[in-house]
């Protein structure tokens, strides 16, 4: 049964990271996202989105339009490389199963902010796979290559405590 769910997780993983991968591209492909014309396509998104913050009943919360309008907006160039690059290294990181718990919680944090701007589109579907993936745990990476990057992280940080804990000692 274990084998089972490792599938299962895996290949949610591995469609979730297709998606991203997909929205990236797409986005690192466009001058209006990367290149020439960065931040017009995002630009467009802000606005969209600080227009439904109005309102008795508004679509956008006032306090995340309020952040659109005085942190995103002026920045525009900047968020849009963050969204494209974003977009496809969770993508990558969800199809290789590298870093899959980052990957997945960039995934989810993202899908968050492109529900509190207004949009639903496919958005609540790909956050709760990502929050499948991160309570699936280590059955979601199993068919990854976290399966041999973890223990060599954790085998490397250890190593590296261990040095300050002598540093440390000696002083």
Do not use: C
């Amino acid at each position: 049964m274990q084998t089972l769910w490792r599938v299962v997780f895996g290949l949610l993983r591995i469609w979730l990271g297709f998606q991203w991968l997909e929205a990236g591209l797409g986005k690192v492909t466009n001058p209006a996202w990367v290149g020439e014309n960065a931040g017009v396509a995002i630009t467009g998104f802000f606005k969209g989105a600080i227009a439904k913050a109005v309102g008795d009943h508004p679509a956008v919360q006032p306090w995340y339009g309020a952040f659109l309008q005085n942190v995103a907006l002026p920045n525009a160039t900047l968020f849009s490389y963050l969204v494209a690059f974003g977009e496809v290294l969770v993508g990558l990181g969800l199809i290789f199963g590298v870093l899959t718990t980052v990957a997945a919680l960039a995934g989810a944090f993202m899908n968050l902010n492109f529900m509190l701007a207004g949009t639903t589109s496919t958005n609540p579907i790909l956050y709760t796979a990502a929050i499948v993936i991160l309570l699936a745990g280590a059955r979601a990476t199993y068919f990854g290559l976290d399966t041999y990057l973890m223990p060599l992280l954790r085998r490397y940080l250890d190593q590296l405590r261990g040095r300050e804990r002598q540093a440390t000692t000696a002083a």
